[in-house]
């Protein structure tokens, strides 16, 4: 087995550039958090450079701009590396992550056949609330290298789980999180204001204390229109953020335009505002400033519930209609978690859930999202109580490295 001593902890994160960032969005907060909070020796692995590049742009960062003794990225592939030795010290490492089972390059796994010392090796798998995942977190195989010696046992690969209980790894959050959050939401109207003077004045100067101010970050979907027109129609003005991706097209459409980022679009009650891909920490600062926020996919969903907002999870679609049964096991969840909650913060819930399963399946949610909207308040004490039950858990970094060091005794 694998020591970690008292030298800094060496990591190697293998990540398969996919989804528009989702997966090197959770693999770059794990590394930076590794890096930062706890002194490893991280190095992130990614399959495409220009892709990494257009990443890294958007925080503010390039590939050849890391600071030193920060995260340090490389590149690999399928089918083999020209970093041969870099591929060395990744077999070196103390803690070797596969992210969401992006398979390891063969010439790694033939240099870990042929060395005498294993790091501990973890699949980081994808986040979900289905029951489950408990019983498998933890679970290992056991992997035949090749190129192994004769008599070689196979190694053992463990499969770790993100979660929202305490019998899974948790959720990425760095520390002073919860804080920023809180600092941002003291003086919303102030946060509100500088946040939209970075990219349209006159929406600042036209934003009211009634405005709803709502992100939208989603997929594709036909429930869209529905939504966007309850906003157009309703008595109260909203402000949707949107944010460059997949639902650019859609809005467009609904307007009946072509959209620029900067460029303020009304349409009755609702104003459109196309804002650029945005780092990460100032899409945190969105979330926490918004009244509700529509996330995708894993990354953006997960900081939607530390800014203790109401949220809409657009779940990745999956063959078979399987993600709704992962949504269903998220609403059941977060009702159980917050049984707590008064009767009116309970009935917002269920209202809650109810859009989020139109949405998933493509349905008008229009007549929904009037009933919803007037339950924001109390949807976002709800929102504040989960995310104190979450932040009861220690954080996903954390749990990494307490079983790598339980595994290196």
Known sequence: MPTVSDQPLQCAIFCAIVDNFGDIGVCWRLARQLAREHGARVTLWVDDTAQADRFLASQNLSIEALAPGSVAIRVWSAQGTADRQGLDEATASDLLIEAFACHLPQPLLEAMGRAERLPVWVNLEYLSAEPWVEEHHLLASL???????????????????????????????????????????????????????????????????????????????????????????????????????????????????????????????????????????????????????????????????????????????????????????????????????????????????QFMRFWNQGEDCGELWHHLRPQLSGLRERAGKWQQHLAAMPDLATSLLRFCRSQSR
């Not at 035949?144 to 053992?156: C, I, K």
């Not at 096991?329 to 209202?351: H, N, P, V, Y």
């Open 143 to 353: 992997v035949p290298l090749p190129g192994a010696t004769a008599g070689s046992q196979p190694v053992r690969k463990t499969f770790f789980f993100p979660g929202f209980t305490p019998g899974t790894g948790g959720l990425l959050r760095e520390a002073g999180l919860l804080q920023r959050h809180a600092h941002w939401q003291h003086d919303a109207t102030a946060g509100r204001d500088r946040l939209l003077r970075r990219w349209q004045p006159q929406a600042a100067d036209a934003l009211t204390p009634d405005t709803v101010l709502v992100s939208l970050f989603s997929y594709e979907t036909p429930a869209m229109a529905g939504w966007l027109q309850a906003m157009a129609n309703d008595e109260v003005p909203s402000l949707l953020l949107l944010p460059q991706g997949r639902s650019l097209a859609g809005v467009a459409q609904f307007l009946g335009q072509s959209l620029r980022v900067g460029g303020l679009v009304t349409r009755g009650a609702l104003q459109v505002l196309p804002i650029p891909f945005v780092s990460q920490d100032v899409y945190d600062e969105i979330l926490s400033l918004c009244d509700f926020n529509c996330v995708r996919g894993e990354d953006s969903f997960v900081r939607a519930q530390w800014a203790a907002r109401p949220l809409l999870w657009h779940i990745y679609p999956q063959e078979g209609r399987t993600h709704l049964q992962k949504l269903e096991a998220f609403l059941q969840l977060q009702k159980r978690q917050t049984s707590s909650c008064d009767a009116l913060q309970a009935a917002s819930g269920l209202a809650l859930g």
